[in-house]
Structures are given as C-alpha cells and as structure tokens.
C-alpha cells in the first residue's frame, strides 16, 4: 500500500496537517513514537502548563478576595487535585485527537519512524519489529525536546518542563535559569502558588524576544510581586546539596554570589528533534539540526516537507507548526495556497500580567529604516482593568509615519494573549492605523484600549 502523505509526529502541526489531509480526500498515516497522540504541546507543554496558569489565577483571587468584598477563610491549594485536573484535560484532548483522526480516515501507526529515502517510512514498534511504509509524500513533525545545561541530567530537583508539571507539592523555592516564555511562565505560576522564586538570564532582559518596553514593564511587576530577578548572569558549578540545589551565580556587576533552592528549573531553549529519524538518508538540508525549507514547507528531498519546531527560522510556537501544516498539505494537494507571513505570527505569553505581540518591535522597526511613530495606552485608564484590579501594563503601536502601515502591536496586561487577536487580523488585512483609529470598540471592555492606543500614535487618546 503507497499512502498519499505519511505525517511523523502528532503534535500540533501533525495532527492539524492529518485531519486537513483527511479532508482533501489524501490517503493518510501518522506516526507517533509515544503512546498518545498529541506531541510536547498537549502532553508536557502548552497545555498542561496554562492548566496550572489558570489554576495560579483562581488561587490569586481567592487569596485576595477580600479586595473584591469576599470573605475567603483558610484558602488551601491541593497540590495532587491540581495535578488531577491538570492531567484530565491533558487526556480529554488527546481522546479528542484519536477521535479526529478516526473522522478524517488517518491511520495511526504506533513506532518509531525513521526516513530512507525514496518516500519510504521505516517504523520500529514496541516490540521492536519493524514494517516499511510507502508515501508519495511524507512530512516530518516532530517537533523539540528542552535543551539541557552541560554535565546535569534533569531528575527530581533539576528540573525542566516535563518534570515541573508533575510537583507533588509546592517547592519553599525555585531558581529558573532561563527568562523567555517558559521561565516566565512558571515563575509566575510558582511564585503565586507561594514559592520564593529567583530568575536568572544572560541576556540584558527578560523575554528578550519581545519589545523592550514590554521586557521593563514584566520585569517591574514581577520584582513588585516578589521575584527576584538577575540579567546579565551566568550560573555555574551547580551542584545538588543542602536544601536541594546549590549553584554560583556571576551577576552583571561582576559579583559572584552563592544561591541555593529546593528546585531548579533549567529553561534555556529547544532543541529540534531531528537526529536519528534518517534525514542523513535523504537530500534534505539542515543547519545546527533545524531543517532548510522553501515557503511551502518543502525541503531539499523531492516529496519531503517539515513543519513546527524543526523548521530553521520558525518560532517555536504550536499555532505556527499548524500553519505550516495547512500551507504543506494544500500544496502537495494542489490546492490554492499561500506561504505564511512571518511578520504576521502571534507571540503570546502567558504569565500575569499576559503578554501578547505580533509584528516588529520599535527597534526592530527603526533598524529597518522606518520613519516609526508610537503610540501607548495604559491598562491604568481602562475601566474594565479597574473592575478587574488589573491596572498593569499597556498596549503600545509601531506604525510607518509615512503611509500609517502598522508594524507592530505589543501588549503587556490583562489577557493580552486573546487581544493581540485584533492586532493580527488588521494587519493580515493591510488595515492602516487610521482605520483602527475610527473602529468601533465596545464599552467597558480591556479591547477599548487596542482603539485608544492605535488613537495615542496621533495623541488622540480620549482617556488618558
């Protein structure tokens, strides 16, 4: 039997890619070395962790009820229930994955696979026999693994994302060594649930990814809630012993200090998961172990695409995996389709307050050349953030003076995450600041403030 595509990896991009597969009438087939479908994102990622997000913001109103004229008497955070709850979900979605393979006809086929060459898929199961499958065309998805710090192992004290998903209890103290999306995160989830929580970074910021005013903004709320945070630092000789964990840290002045907590959590970036999955046996191109792709996802080997964390220059983000899936499998179908724009990919992040961007930073978008104008709102003047208690951060527009062409939105506030959502879709539609400017926003909402801010580029803000 010649499959139409065989897909290696069910994570988000995977599976997405499958079930569009399915309904483009392509005989399909999935790979999935683990026992459930789903990848890093549903398992011991993206989902599990804003399970425990949601729950660190539960258990922040309730600790503060009284503010809101609440009596809350003895609040107490059950550790193993959260983990209970946590887990359901996890494993109500990936039953929901199973039952969307069914509906489209994609066959799951449980091993390992490895490419070699010619549209052929060697899979090695359980039990360790082996099958060859046959494909016409072949995407590989399979995604990222956390990259760990040389000479440590992660165990039950150094930690990375997999195992700080499964604490049986909340650690008296945690360091992170790593300040993008998944440190962030989890310190603030910890640092809610009671942990004293230190983060480390080598780099001058936090989230060094997103506008720098947005790194200042995270930094100056999470020191006022609590967390200790160090840039510019280098950990070095870690080490087990004492209360958990101990290690040397080389601040940014120079100073040299010795730290110590129950846990630790390495978050220093991916790795794609690329080896041993027989690449070396095709034509397809890599560079430090991220694979070389066209627009379509195509790479080097005829017939062979890659989507998701693999793919060099991709963020590592599970709803660019998925578009990188619609993209390669509307192309290998012969449907109409066009490339992803990769000025136009979301970034959220999912910390308290959230953060949320899409498009160039002002810097970036002075150093291409720009004549850039800002213009920023904060959530302080918002009256849905006030009945919310919700008053920091803003919402700050990069736009072109000349044509008023938005470059960028970056969002650091209430749930920045869902309102970046009207950024990306006015810029998909090439709407200019002034049709922002005379949009309608609905009152009282948090999304008012997207209309304020894009009116502040002209100084036109009405409340503040």
Known sequence: MIYDLIIVGSGPGGYSAACRAGQFGLKTAIVEKDPKLGGTCLHVGCIPTKALLHTADVWDRFTHAEAEGIHVENPQLDMPLVNDRKNGIVSKHAKGIEGLMKKNKVEWVKGYAKLQGRGEVEVTGADGKTRTLEAKNIIVATGSEARMLPGLQPDDTILTNIEILNLAAVPKSLIVIGAGAVGVEFASIFSRFGSQVTILEMLPRVVPMEDEDVSKELERYFKKHGIRIETGARAENIRKGGAGVQLTVTLANGKTEEMEAEKLLVAVGRKPNTENIGLENTKVETDRGFVRVNEYQQTGEPGVYAIGDIVAGTPQLAHVATAEGMVAVAHMAGKPVKPINRNRIPGATYTEPGIGSVG??????????????????????????????????FVKVVIDEKWGEILGVHIIGPQAFELISEAVTAMEAEATVETMMSTIHAHPTLYEAMGEAFNSVYGLAINF
């Open 360 to 393: 160039l930073t002002e810097a970036q978008a002075k150093a291409q050349g720009f004549a850039v104008k800002v213009g920023k709102f904060p959530f302080l003047a918002n009256s849905k953030a006030t009945i919310l208690g919700m008053h920091d951060g």
